[in-house]
């Protein structure tokens, strides 16, 4: 190939570097306007999300391809040794043949994954268990190709699968593209609900009357603590979410589909619309001794990325109570839970 030829094609990939930075951005909008809704029942997302996350990885491999065609290509303009020079040339080559797989194969998938969003809008339990099945067995078959056999056929049917993704563009593809895809999708979904979220915990104190607000808001209930610790000179209270004032507006969009030859309800919360509180108040006259009193009030936020992970708060206040007058240290503290 030309120099001339060269030049144009990496003046074109770089044009394309520009555009998928600008895509990047926006389909990272388009995940957090699209998590402004969720579905409900035990998988909050759907096809339409999905198709969010596809489209990110789409981006990711292609503008990854991108960066190492051009890295390669670019090294083509220097003066190196035959030997090295001609390394270049064809390791530009091949990147350049893999970016051209990548856009093509990314619009099938694409294309595909839209599709799909159109007939199976939600998971049902049938799309669950398939989904999880074909995952547990395209995690199986790629852990097996890379495992030495003794035995004569595993070791031809494995090693042929390991040469097919190492030589075959489009395997070489959907290898990595589904490693991109399973690897952001918690981070992607974490992005898009965290993102509509406005979760915020205040707790008040009056001086005139010595009592106690405790005020959870929010789109969702998610974040509200299972129970709150009131701690006052050692002495420990519990309050658990049931005994709190509950109020809000809740929006849902309901509708009876047929998905894999089962009746459906489909029922998606909006969060945008949505509003949440709770709200608790207490009398700390009879909690309080005379003078200066510690108080110490601590709960626990469940972490959305990891179930298994919580987040603690503690707030501290001091009170000095004389003969029925209160002095709160500070009376308003407001509480932004990322």
């Given amino acids: 190939m030309s120099a001339s030829n060269r030049n144009n094609r990496l003046l074109f ?6 555009l998928l930075g600008v895509l990047l951005k926006g389909v990272f909008t388009f995940a957090k306007s699209n998590y402004t809704s969720v579905y409900e029942g035990n998988i909050p997302i759907g096809m339409d999300h999905m198709f969010t ?5 789409d981006v990711i491999i292609v503008l990854i391809t991108s960066i190492l065609y051009c890295y390669f290509e670019a090294h083509t303009f220097y003066s190196y040794s035959n030997e090295k020079m001609e390394f270049y040339k064809k390791r530009s080559d091949t990147y350049f043949l893999r970016l051209l797989t990548s856009i093509k194969l990314s619009f ?8 799909l969003m159109l007939f199976i809008p939600v998971f049902n339990s049938i799309t669950e268990k398939a989904l999880l099945v074909l995952a547990i067995i395209i995690f199986v078959i790629t852990i097996l190709s890379y495992v030495d056999f003794k035995n004569k056929i595993l070791k031809l049917i494995f090693s042929g699968i390991r040469k ?3 030589e075959n563009l489009t395997f070489e593809f959907f290898y990595y593209w589904l490693i991109t895809f399973i690897s952001l999708f918690l981070i992607v979904m974490f992005f898009g609900i965290e993102s509509n979220l406005n979760t915020k915990i205040e707790v008040k104190f009056s ?4 009592k106690m607000q405790l005020n959870y808001s929010d789109t969702t209930s998610d974040k509200m603590p299972n129970r709150i610790r009131l701690i006052i000179n050692g002495r420990e209270t519990v309050f658990y979410k049931h005994d709190f004032l509950e109020a809000g ?3 849902k969009k309901s509708q009876n589909r047929e998905i894999l030859f089962k009746e459906t309800q489909i029922i998606k919360q909006d969060l945008k619309g949505a509003q949440v509180l ?5 009398d700390l006259n009879e909690m309080l001794n005379e003078g200066v009193n510690k108080i110490e009030i601590k709960f626990e936020v469940n972490n959305l990325l990891n179930i298994n992970s919580k987040e603690e708060y503690s707030v501290i206040n001091t009170v000095n109570k004389f003969e029925g007058s209160f002095e709160f240290a500070k009376q308003n503290f407001k509480i932004r839970i990322q």
């Fill in 53 to 57: 996350h596809a489209l990110i990885s």
């Fill in 207 to 210: 001086n005139q009357t010595g």
């Fill in 278 to 282: 709770y709200t608790r108040t207490v």
């Fill in 13 to 18: 990939v770089i044009t394309l570097l520009g």
């Fill in 108 to 115: 099938v998938i694409t294309l595909l994954i839209f599709s």
């Fill in 164 to 166: 097919q993704i190492k």
């Fill in 249 to 251: 507006i809740s929006v």
